[in-house]
């Protein structure tokens, strides 16, 4: 079972996925579960402290390999994404059933799935972008599945340009770090982490860095496009934005955190904002009533959680980094799902309006209670574990009270949220609700079930993942070995002490939880100076900016806009080629008749277009002047170049023609003297510069070393005698690509950019 | 632009420029010719067929939108690079299978140069056609 052959088979199985959840069956969890039973394999290799490695060549001439590797910590990854896909799909091929665009909903979320793996898994930077970025994209097209809505589209696109300019950010840091490393290998990289983190671009790298990890994790200030994102349907919020995709800043972080983990600036960093993000996401979790934005915010302050343990130096805080994860992976999602199954059910999520559905909904109450247990971190569930770890970590520090501070508010707010979810909707006096409630079926109870069951099978019995996948994980985010053994139970221990105040704290927060809501909610600043609406300030200032610029050149007249353009050229080749004394001619020696004769036939077609009177004319008169180029090219010997010339002229001549019937061009010339006169001039110099431009190229002696290699090594390396078609599909085939992808986005740009033309158009003429 | 002369004389032009841009592209990594030739050939027989007969006709003429041709272009061009990745070459590193009759995969991604630039050139056109 290699690692490449489990990444390919789930991007391959997009689109058998697409089509089976087109029709909603549940067969699509087949996927995920067998991609988690394939990762099962990797298991029995983790306690020895064995790393699977696998190299492919990808990019050998920028040393780029595509890299997998399977440690503790991308194995833990790799087992969450699968095994809460299983979850996730069963759960979406009931919750979904009948929705529409089902099967590019299901091939989107299978690549996104792809993706994650590919990011965790990959072993080098390059590879590690280009899946993280995916990730973004499928995030993207998965948030935004009801196009049609403007809330939907708004928060699609903040979601995408946040956790996008996050990545650029990284990518900025991978290129630094690689080229400080000589290497773009994650292995090789943590192996001379000492050297890198004592290198005086340090720094750099690590704000590069933490600044993508920041956004994609949604940490304060960059949180807000995670609870927008709830506008998504609720399979892809459990998924991707409590279990998956925000977890791979955190995963970038403790991947790194072996090279910088002694740095100054990246404790301060993580810790701060960490801290800070804990605190803002535990506030704003209190004034909210949707449960699906309760939850969402209750995930920043997770996520704020995990990235102030990764920014704490030591092995209890890799160890709590680890447990903390999984332990939150599993409510969450089981939480998420229910929060689903209960807008499903009452056709509502609104929990004030929500209450007493336990007799309606038992099966589901009791999922609920068992996945707010953990959440609250009540024993014997694995989120007690987990809690007593974090409040450890806070307490080992020496003098650092304040951290036990926000991580005591962060935990109250848990069990505050958890109480609202597991016993404000299903306890008390029952509401009416919208539709008349009722347990779901199989497909979507079996995931929750399965998720709540975890957390209290793993808090009963640790040892089931201790040694084989907790320890493991916290070695590789430590960057050394350790020995450590997972209890439920440490005896009666400060934190113990700070676990019985949480919970005390939380009962009463949730008691008065009804009067601070409204207290919270009340305070209107934070709506309207808050980080949402910055960024609604920053697309505006942006737009006005386009807008501004978009103005200053574009006049709406096309022949100012085209006059501007050609004397710029003009003006930048004309005083470069003069100032930089590149000024001269060639001989004229060797022309031969038949150039001459073309020169005329060009000669006299320019002076045709120029004297054309109407716009048909025009064309045909440039068309001319076209074919004559295209005729010179075959008399210096490159028919290719001549036949896509004539190719191009006859094409444009069609298309111009066709443009021409549907434009108001007028029959007649109809611009005044001086306008004439004005148009002249700018044609008269960007004519002159061009021919200047062109002769002193010419005069310049000719570097054949290209050509001679091409010549030379067509044939027995790329099997063909057409020069330039080799150049194009096999020496530079990837510059091709990328001129095609243009072409391509050009193409669509336009005919998006000319439709909406015609349906304003239309609407003038109703 | 409903012209009577275009009609007919089109019909002629699309059998034979759609013939000869394949020939273009077939025989192009050897004499002149190549994908982006033979699709401009291509889309200029198209485009000649369809600015007497409007829009509704090109749609009925591919079978397609141009976008779907630009697209189909793409993952062609874009898949005859992963061959090498099987024999541990970089990617795009075109093989010659079939070296007695010159059949690699440089011309996999030359039909996906022809078909994005016949949808390209098709997407413009598309919007000033007559409905």
């Known amino acids: ?766 | 632009m409903n012209s009577m002369i275009l009609r007919a004389t089109s019909r002629l032009i699309l059998p034979a420029a759609l013939i000869f841009s394949v020939y273009v592209l077939l025989r192009g990594h050897n004499e002149p010719g190549g994908g982006f030739i033979g699709g401009l050939i291509a889309a200029a027989g198209i485009a000649v067929h369809a600015i007497p007969r409007g829009r509704v006709s090109l749609t009925q003429l591919i079978f397609a939108s141009p976008k779907t041709y630009i697209g189909t272009g793409l993952v062609i061009a874009l898949a005859s690079g992963l061959p090498a990745f099987w024999l541990a070459q970089p990617y795009l590193m075109h093989q010659w299978p079939f070296q007695a009759i010159a059949l690699g995969t440089t011309l996999i991604f030359d039909i996906g140069v022809y078909l994005v630039v016949i949808g390209a050139v098709l997407s413009f056109l598309f919007y000033y056609l007559e409905e």
């Open chain 1, 1 to 766: 079972m290699t690692i490449v052959a489990l990444v390919a088979f789930s991007f391959l199985s997009a689109p058998l996925v697409g089509w089976a959840g087109g029709r909603s069956w549940p067969l699509v969890a087949a996927v995920p579960l067998l991609l988690f039973a394939g990762f099962c394999f990797f298991l029995p290799i983790l306690p020895a402290g064995e790393v699977a490695l696998e190299t492919y060549r990808w990019i050998p001439a920028l040393g780029i390999d595509a890299a997998f590797r399977v440690d503790g910590l991308s194995l833990t990854f790799a087992l969450l994404i699968c095994g809460i896909g299983t979850a996730v799909f069963l759960y979406a091929s009931s919750y979904l059933k009948g929705a529409p665009r089902l099967a590019r909903f299901y091939t989107v979320l299978t690549l996104f799935m792809a993706s994650m793996l590919g990011a965790v898994l990959a072993d080098n930077l390059v590879l590690l972008v280009v899946f993280w970025e995916l990730t973004s994209l499928t995030s993207f097209l998965l948030i935004g599945y009801s196009p049609e809505r403007a809330d939907t589209r708004r928060s699609a696109q903040q979601g995408f340009l946040i956790t996008v300019a996050g990545g650029l950010a990284m990518l900025a840091g991978v290129i630094l770090l690689g080229s400080l490393a000589g290497t773009f290998s994650i292995t090789a990289i943590l192996e001379q982490a000492e050297v890198i983190a004592a290198h005086p671009t340090a720094p750099a790298i690590i704000m590069l860095f933490a600044a993508g990890a920041f956004a994609k994790s949604a940490q304060a200030p960059l949180h807000a496009w995670l609870a927008n994102a709830m506008v998504a349907p609720t399979p892809v919020s459990a998924y991707l934005h409590s279990a998956t995709m925000v977890k791979l800043g955190v995963y970038l972080l403790a991947r790194l955190d072996p090279v910088f983990s002694a740095h100054a600036l990246w404790i301060a960093l993580l810790t701060g904002f960490g801290a800070l993000t804990m605190l803002t996401g535990a506030v704003l979790a209190m004034r909210e009533t949707d449960l699906k934005r309760v939850l969402a915010y209750s995930t920043i302050v997770s996520l704020g959680t995990l990235v102030m343990l990764i920014g704490i130096d030591g092995e209890l805080a890799a160890v709590a980094v680890v447990i903390f994860l999984v332990v939150h992976a599993l409510y969450k999602a089981c939480l998420f799902m229910v929060a689903g199954i209960i807008d499903h059910a009452t056709g509502t999520r609104d929990s004030s309006m929500l209450g007493g559905l336990r007799r309606h909904m038992p099966i589901t109450a009791g999922v609920a209670l068992l996945g707010a247990l953990s959440m609250a971190g009540l024993p014997p569930f694995i989120g007690f574990a987990a809690k007593e770890l974090v409040y450890e970590t806070g307490l080992e520090l020496s003098g650092s009270w304040v951290l036990v501070v926000v991580a005591l508010v962060a935990n109250v707010s848990m069990v505050v949220v958890a109480a609202i979810v597991a016993i404000r909707c299903f306890y008390g006096d029952l509401s009416a609700t919208p539709k008349a409630a009722q347990d779901p079926g199989f497909a979507m109870l079996a995931g929750p079930v399965v998720l709540a069951a975890l957390g209290l099978v793993f808090g009963a019995m640790p040892w089931l993942i201790s040694d084989s996948l907790i320890v493991p994980a916290a070695s590789a985010t430590a960057g050394a070995p350790l020995d450590y053994y997972l209890t439920l139970w440490h005896g009666f221990t400060p934190m113990l002490a700070l676990s019985v105040l949480t919970l005390a704290l939380g009962v009463m927060t949730y008691r008065r939880w009804d009067g601070l809501r409204l207290k919270l909610a009340a305070i209107t600043t934070i709506d309207l100076w808050g980080p949402d609406r910055a960024y609604d300030g920053l697309m505006n200032g942006l737009q006005r900016l386009a807008a501004w610029q978009t103005n200053l050149i574009q006049t709406g007249s096309m022949r100012v806009y085209v006059g501007r353009t050609l004397l710029t050229i003009a003006a930048a080749g004309g005083i470069t080629l003069v100032a930089r004394g590149g000024l001269v001619l060639p001989s004229f020696a060797d022309s031969f008749v038949p150039e001459i004769a073309i020169a005329v036939i060009l000669a006299v077609a320019a002076l045709a277009v120029v004297r054309a009177r109407n716009f048909v004319a025009g064309i045909v008169a440039a068309g001319l002047v076209g074919f004559a180029v295209a005729l010179l090219f075959l008399f210096q010997g490159a028919p290719d170049l001549a036949f896509t010339q004539f190719s191009v002229e006859a094409l444009a001549i069609v298309i111009m023609l066709a443009i021409v019937g549907r434009m108001p061009f007028r029959e007649h010339e109809y611009r005044s003297k001086p306008q004439r006169r004005r148009d002249r001039w700018v044609a008269i110099s960007i004519g002159l510069v061009a021919s200047l431009l062109m002769l002193s190229v010419l005069a310049q002696p000719f570097d054949d070393r290209l050509s001679v290699f091409f010549r030379e090594t067509a044939v027995p390396e790329a099997h063909g005698r057409n020069l330039v078609n080799v150049i194009l599909v096999d020496f530079r085939a990837i510059d091709t690509l990328g001129e095609i992808v243009v072409l391509g986005l050009a193409a669509i740009a336009a005919a998006a950019v000319l439709a909406g033309m015609r349906r304003a158009k239309q609407e003038e003429r109703q």
